[in-house]
């Protein structure tokens, strides 16, 4: 593949405005395969041809020449048979052009991410530190070590949360019922503390609007 056709590629993804990443989504390919198309190192193949002419509303032919049947348009054409013609009394043998097509490689949909023992074993531990809890502290601890519960989808959810960038996923109102327990049990602040749970809606509310920006 040419440099020139790499760079008309460019042009017709930075046209409808669409970056390398955006693009390899909607092509179900990497980041990569779109810059070596980009940078002449490599050709899309046929089924990708196809697409990136659907989605630029240009003919596969006119990403091949790179834009030059678009303005080839108007002019006048030989006809098939004076061409025909031509071509049979040329002594001269055609040109013989290698195009190497690089097999894509096709991204893996969702990759699950290998877990520490940490991750799998979490609820466990929070079990055993209840355990030692409410053998420490004796009845009182029995009565309000079970919030270390409470732990365990903040845990799990902070995680995905933070791993995917989406604020969204943490499980925040398990969060606010486990600071007004804490704060009600030792602190004895049922009252007013109970408005820690008017926090929930604005916490989803700038998620979304975060998102939305």
Same mark, same amino acid.
């Given at each position: ?9 460019? #042009? ?8 390398? #990443? ?23 193949? @046929? ?17 091949? /020449?790179?834009?030059?049947?678009? #303005?080839?348009?108007?002019? #006048?054409?030989?006809? &098939? @048979?004076?061409? /025909? ?24 949909? &969702? ?39 409470? @732990?365990? =989808?903040?845990?799990? @959810? ?29 602190? &004895? ?11 929930? =809606? ?12």
């Amino acid at each position: 593949m040419s440099i020139k056709q790499g760079d008309y590629l460019k #042009e017709l993804r930075v046209k409808n405005k669409l970056s390398q #990443e955006k693009l390899g989504e909607r092509l179900g390919l990497s980041r990569q395969s779109v810059s070596k198309w980009e940078q002449g190192y490599a050709m899309p193949d @046929t089924e990708n041809l196809l697409k990136l002419s659907e989605l630029y509303g240009v003919s596969v032919d006119t990403i091949l /020449k790179c834009g030059e049947t678009e #303005e080839a348009d108007g002019k #006048e054409v030989l006809d &098939n @048979t004076e061409a /025909k013609t031509e071509s049979e009394a040329s002594d001269k043998k055609p040109e013989t052009k290698i195009i190497f097509i690089e097999k894509q490689e096709h991204k893996k949909p &969702n990759p699950h991410k290998k877990r520490g023992w940490f991750f799998i074993s979490y609820p466990i531990w929070m079990a055993v530190l209840y355990a030692v809890i409410g053998s420490c502290f004796g009845a009182k601890g029995w009565i309000t070590g079970w919030l270390v519960f409470l @732990t365990i =989808p903040l845990f799990y @959810t902070g995680i995905i949360a933070f791993e995917k960038k989406k604020p969204v996923l943490f499980c925040y109102p398990v969060l606010a019922t486990l600071v007004y327990l804490i704060l009600g049990f030792f602190a &004895n602040l049922w009252h007013p503390m109970w408005i820690i749970f008017l926090t929930i =809606p604005i916490f989803y509310i700038v998620c979304v609007t975060r998102k939305i920006k």
